[in-house]
Structure formats: C-alpha cells, structure tokens
C-alpha cells in the first residue's frame, strides 16, 4: 500500500475514534464512499434464509457493523487497511443521528438545495438551528440533526425536495476527515465545536412516514392489521419495512423487528410486520425467518 494510502487510513481511524468518543458509532469506508468490507457471505452457494447482520460474528455487514467501542474500531480498520475515510452510523443512541444532505445541482432550470431547504422552512414555519456541518467534496453539505429515540426516520432520496436526501435509520454518513476518489470531507469552519442540534419539530413531522390510516377512514393507533390500524408505537415501524425498495427489504424488516422487541411490543406487531414485508415483496417464510433472528438477537441483550 502507498505512503499516502497509509497516511489517508491512519487519519480516517484517528478521526473515527474521535467521533467514537462523541459516541457515533462508526464503521471504516473505502474511497468510493462505500462499506469498505465485503460481506463475508457473498460467496454463499445458496442464499440465506435471512439476511445476516452480524449475528455470524464476523465483519462485512455494513452498518451493522458499527460501533463506539475503540477496540472494535481498531479491529474493523485493521482488517480494512485500505480505508481511507469512515461512515458514521444515523439512528443510534444516543444522539439517533439525522443526516439532511443537501447536493449540489448541475442542472441550473432546478432551485439548488439550500433554496429549497429554505422554501420548506418558510412553508413549514421552522429554522435549521446551529448544529454540525459537514461540507462533501462536491461542494454539497451534510447537516447534522439529532432525532427523538421513539421515532424512525427512514433514508431517503429527493422525497422532502429535490437535491435533499435524509440519512436515517440504516444510513450513514461520510464523517469529517475521510479522503473519498472526489477528495476530502471537512467540518464547515464554526461549527466543528458544536454539537448535532435537534432536528425542529416541524421538519421531523416531514421526515416521519405518514401514519397508517384505520380502514374506513379512521386514525385510531389501536387495533390488529396494517390494513385496520397496529399497536401504538408501531406505526412507523411498519412504515418504515413498506418504504423499503429491492435490496433493503430483509434489512428493513430486520431492524424494525429488533426496534419492535426491545420496546415490547414484537408479539403485537408480528402480524402487520409480516404483511407489510409481503408487501414488499419477501415471501412469508423470508419474514417470518428475519423476525425471528430479529426477537433471538434482541432476547440476547442484557
């Protein structure tokens, strides 16, 4: 490995421990901005009941293997030695990071993001409060805004406006001091002592999937199915496995599986998690085989 490559990797694990410390979990990229270790099941002969997020034990499972802990860290860059940069996972305690990416567009007929942020702040009556901003190499920027722990924000691309993707649950986002094939991400100047601001009320209620609506028109969070309503609190679980696209759907139902048991109520949802993972798409012995792994892990913790 080049001089500078080992420069660029020992600065990218120095800046995630650093990050670590704030308690961001992290996990070690590559310059193309991706997971910088393959899947360890990617010569698999056969596919998987259910997709594996760690419970294998090794790494290569992308943000599942994220973490705070520096020996862990450590280890993940030391089978990585080619990362130059690192990922900072969104949604997790403590601070259940947002992410509001705001890109740059080439296409001048369209508003730039930063208009169209401001647009819906008007529209929606909210600001953006002093938080961290990171600025990407494509001269985009990356706001960092803090969730409440009983709300999933699901990623996505150009829903809230056209050029702003969000960075939530699942997602990450390149950390300050990673070096990409573009270049560098850097902390904007005043803002690198800071830390992630609560994302404004008004702006979460545009993040949050829309509630599920009662058959007949009702809004009731009681209730049995996704079609006649699901336990309260679940809602936006079960929003978040029906936005799911080709590719992340056993991810999605896996993590609103866990999310749904360690708050207690997995048995009560298990039935709209199911017909909303066949919804998408995954076959109902898929669903039930996430799920399942899903409530073995969680009955783990301590």
């Known amino acids: 490995m080049a001089t500078t490559d080992r420069q660029a990797t020992t600065l990218a694990l120095a800046h995630a421990l650093s990050a670590a410390e704030r308690g961001l979990a992290v996990i070690p990229l590559a310059r193309t901005k991706l997971p910088a270790l393959r899947s360890p099941h990617r010569h698999a002969p056969t596919p998987e009941p259910f997709t594996c997020h760690g419970e294998c034990g090794r790494f290569g499972h992308g943000v599942h293997d994220a973490s705070t802990d520096p020996a862990r860290i450590r280890a993940l860059f030391a089978a990585a ?31 730039d993001s930063s208009t ?3 647009e819906l702040a008007l529209r929606h009556l909210f600001t953006i409060p002093p938080t961290v901003v990171v600025l990407t190499p494509s001269g985009g920027r990356h706001l960092w805004l803090t969730g409440p722990p009983d709300h999933v924000v699901p990623n996505s691309a150009g829903r809230l406006a056209p050029g702003i993707d969000v960075r939530g649950a699942g997602g990450y986002l390149v950390g300050p001091g990673s070096r990409t ?14 830390a992630p601001a609560p994302c404004p009320p008004a702006l979460l209620r545009l993040l949050l999937p829309p509630p599920v609506r009662r058959a007949g028109g009702g809004g009731s969070d009681a209730g049995g199915t996704v079609a006649g309503g699901v336990v309260a609190g679940g809602r936006g679980l079960v929003h978040f496995v029906l936005a799911a696209h080709e590719g992340q759907r056993n991810t999605r139902l896996f993590w609103a599986a866990c999310r749904a048991y360690e708050n207690g ?9 199911l017909e909303a993972a066949r919804t998408t798409g995954l076959t109902e012995r898929e669903a039930r085989a996430t799920i399942a792994s899903a409530a073995r892990m969680t009955a783990r913790r301590p």
């Open 265 to 273: 109520i997995g048995p009560a949802l298990l039935t709209p998690l």
């Open 81 to 111: 030695p080619w990362a130059t940069g690192y990922g900072i996972a969104c949604g997790l305690p403590p601070h259940h990071l947002i992410g509001i990416d705001l890109d740059t567009r080439p296409d001048e007929s369209e508003p």
């Open 181 to 194: 094939r573009h270049g560098a991400y850097r902390t904007a100047p005043g803002t690198s002592h800071l």
């Open 116 to 118: 169209a942020l401001r």
